[in-house]
């Protein structure tokens, strides 16, 4: 299999970080009121949204409750 290299560039504020042992998680506020997830884990990284414009603030409490909680979103 081949590997390549994808550069993805938006625009957002930098709202909180969490680490966990297997993960660095940073949550970003991006046009939309909406928000992304950008997570580094070991050597690989991605960028999460719910597959459109992002997440809800009641979707990142959902599924990151604890970035959630670091940003005062719970």
């Not at 550069?7 to 680490?19: I, K, P, T």
């Not at 506020?29 to 997440?55: H, I, M, N, Q, S």
């Amino acid at each position: 299999m081949e590997q390549k290299t994808v550069e993805v560039r938006f625009q957002g504020e930098e709202v909180a970080s969490h680490s966990d042992p297997s993960a660095t998680y940073t949550l970003y506020r991006v046009p939309g009121d909406a928000y992304v997830v950008y997570v580094e884990e070991g050597e690989e990284a991605w960028l999460e949204t719910d597959g459109r414009k992002g997440f809800s603030e009641g979707m990142v409490r959902t599924f990151f409750p604890q970035l959630a909680a670091t940003a005062g979103l719970s």
